[in-house]
């Protein structure tokens, strides 16, 4: 079993900046990859990144390359989305997720705990 929870999500002008991060409890983080799934209102929920268990290897969503940058920390079970030039777009709830294995996936079936979410809003 494995318990995520969320935090760093806020308000933030066009071309700012957040880090959220996601706080993880279970012994078996290190043996699973994370990932970070956004929602806008009205819309799917969509992958953004993820990261491998090792963390030795991330995978971006083309709307995000470049801009989001994911890391994790393995000793205090934490996974990090460090957001730079936030646009209008980015706005939606983001939800930390643990995989079933090392690699995770780009789609929500590959993986198995969420976290509650936090809401980014960023303003034009």
């Known amino acids: 079993q494995v318990q995520l929870v969320e935090s760093g999500g806020g308000l933030v002008q066009a071309g700012g900046s957040l880090r959220l991060s996601c706080a993880a409890s279970g012994r078996s983080f290190s043996d699973r990859a994370m990932g970070w799934f956004r929602q806008a209102p009205g819309k799917e929920r969509e992958f953004v990144a993820r990261?491998?268990?090792?963390?030795?290897?991330?995978y971006y969503a083309d709307s995000v390359k470049g801009r989001f940058t994911l890391s994790r920390d393995n000793v205090k079970s934490t996974v990090t989305l460090q957001m730079n030039s936030l646009k209008p777009e980015d706005t939606a709830v983001y939800y930390c997720?643990?995989?079933?294995?090392?690699?995770?996936?780009?789609?929500?079936?590959?993986?198995?705990?969420w976290g509650q979410g936090t809401q980014v809003t960023v303003s034009s």
């Open positions: 990261i491998t268990s090792s963390g030795g290897s991330t």
């Open positions: 997720a643990a995989a079933k294995g090392l690699r995770g996936g780009d789609a929500r079936d590959d993986y198995v705990y």
